[in-house]
């Protein structure tokens, strides 16, 4: 069975940091590609970040616009988590986070993902 937990989530003040992990279970995690997704109240689920699953040429990421130079995705194999670290944060960052898994080498669209997490909360208050 599939599992995905995150953590790290919290109440955070508009320009401090936070970092969120997630902690993959039940497959061969380096075999997937992993990403970031967020959803606001009222919004549309969004990709925030990906990371592609590890080659021999090492992983690719790609960032939404708006975290562009703010959020860092990174993987550790070893340990079957990525993580997502968010600096700058801004009151229009707050969401629910979410945990993505796809195995397939395709866009990040929701319907493409394969696994999910169960969300972690980020409220950053201005």
């Known amino acids: 069975q599939v599992q995905l937990v995150e953590s790290g989530g919290g109440l955070v003040q508009a320009g401090g940091s936070l970092r969120l992990s997630c902690a993959a279970s039940?497959?061969?995690?380096?075999?997937?590609?992993m990403g970031w997704f967020r959803q606001a109240p009222g919004k549309e689920r969004e990709i925030v970040a990906a990371?592609?699953?590890?080659?021999?040429?090492?992983?690719?990421?790609l960032y939404a616009d708006y975290v562009k130079g703010r959020f860092t995705i990174s993987r550790d194999n070893a340990k079957n988590t990525v993580y997502l670290q968010m600096s700058s944060l801004k009151p229009e960052d707050t969401a629910i986070y979410y945990c993505?898994?796809?195995?397939?080498?395709?866009?990040?669209?929701?319907?493409?993902?394969?696994?999910w997490g169960q969300g972690t909360q980020v409220t950053v208050s201005s």
């Open positions: 993505a898994a796809k195995t397939r080498d395709s866009t990040w669209d929701q319907a493409q993902v394969d696994y």
């Open positions: 990371i592609s699953r590890s080659t021999w040429s090492g992983v690719s990421t």
């Open positions: 039940g497959r061969t995690f380096s075999s997937d590609n």
